[in-house]
């Protein structure tokens, strides 16, 4: 098992986020923005200085946290959106040698049509394109069809053999649970549970239940004070032996999706990255479970 992080989180500069990875003792990060823009939406020239930057810096980029059919995309927009993402994303993957690519199932309109079928004739195109290519695409249970319940992200597991999981343990606690009838929060350990056997990768987020006493958003808290089970979960990944990435995502300092949510904290961003990951690191060793250094693909 190795350790990576969200290290936009700390900074959209991509100094700043390798600085803080090799502080934390890393040697990953998982690139999401990158001075402003998503990694595939940087120009060449950019994303040309963001790789000799990281050149001998000894941080590698093990994903790319991908805006590829995520939450803010429709599934009624023109596919070439999504081809002209998944067009940028894959040279400058096989660039860096990075193995896994983060995407979604488009956003959920409540009360309207779903389009299912529409959804997994997408994510097919978009498995095919980057399995081709020997890269691994990693579905997340956030807002989108597939984090509507655990039943869905099965759905998705079901229609589209190859497509792998990486399980956010906060999203559960902030998504209403589709499969029941009512207001339910979604159990995460329940959801977890059910997925597990898919998972190829993890995301360490924690919260709080939204509340009216908190206006009725999602309380981000650091990893273990929250209502994500993230102990319960990484125990159970130690007996199963799991050995892949596990990427901290605190959503403390911003929340992408969200900029009303409650992020709980007025810390520096920098300070509340390093301490989340230290506070991570210390549950890892109440348990004994070890990590070792990501070993990147040849690029």
């Not at 595939?40 to 059919?69: M, R, Y």
């Not at 249970?141 to 759905?155: D, I």
């Not at 009216?212 to 979960?233: A, F, H, M």
Request: aromatic share 10%; glycine share 10%.
């Amino acid at each position: 098992m190795y350790l990576t992080g969200i290290a936009d989180e700390a900074s959209q500069n991509i100094e700043t986020q390798i600085e803080v990875t090799r502080t934390l003792g890393w040697n990953a990060i998982e690139s999401r923005f990158i001075d402003g823009k998503n990694i595939h939406d940087l120009s060449e020239e950019a994303f040309d200085q963001v790789c000799e930057t990281l050149d001998g810096s000894g941080v590698h980029i093990n994903a790319f946290g991908s805006a590829i059919a995520n939450w803010g995309k429709d599934v009624r927009d023109d596919f070439t959106i999504t081809e002209a993402e998944i067009n940028r994303t894959i040279p400058r993957m096989k660039k860096l040698g990075t193995q896994f690519v983060r995407v979604m199932s488009y956003k959920v309109v409540e009360g309207e049509d779903l389009m299912v079928t529409e959804r997994i004739r997408r994510l097919q195109l978009i498995l095919d394109a980057f399995t081709a290519e020997g890269i691994t695409v990693v579905h997340e249970n956030c807002m989108n069809y597939g984090g509507m319940s655990w039943q869905n992200t099965l759905a998705l597991i079901d229609a589209l053999p190859g497509m792998k999981l990486v399980y956010d343990t906060g999203n559960p606690v902030f998504n209403r649970d589709r499969s029941k009838e009512g207001n339910h929060w979604q159990d995460p350990w329940e959801f977890y549970q059910n997925v597990k056997e898919h998972i190829a990768y993890v995301h360490i987020k924690d919260c709080l239940n939204p509340s009216p006493e908190n206006g009725n958003k999602e309380v981000y808290t650091y990893p273990g004070d929250g209502q994500g089970r993230i102990l319960d979960v990484l125990t159970d990944l130690k007996k199963s032996g799991y050995d892949g990435g596990i990427s901290i995502e605190p959503h403390l300092a911003a929340v992408f999706h969200d900029a009303d949510s409650n992020t709980g904290s007025k810390e520096d961003p920098i300070e509340i990255y390093l301490k989340y990951g230290r506070q991570l690191m210390g549950m890892l060793n109440s348990i004994g479970f070890p990590h070792q250094p990501y070993r990147p693909l040849s690029g």
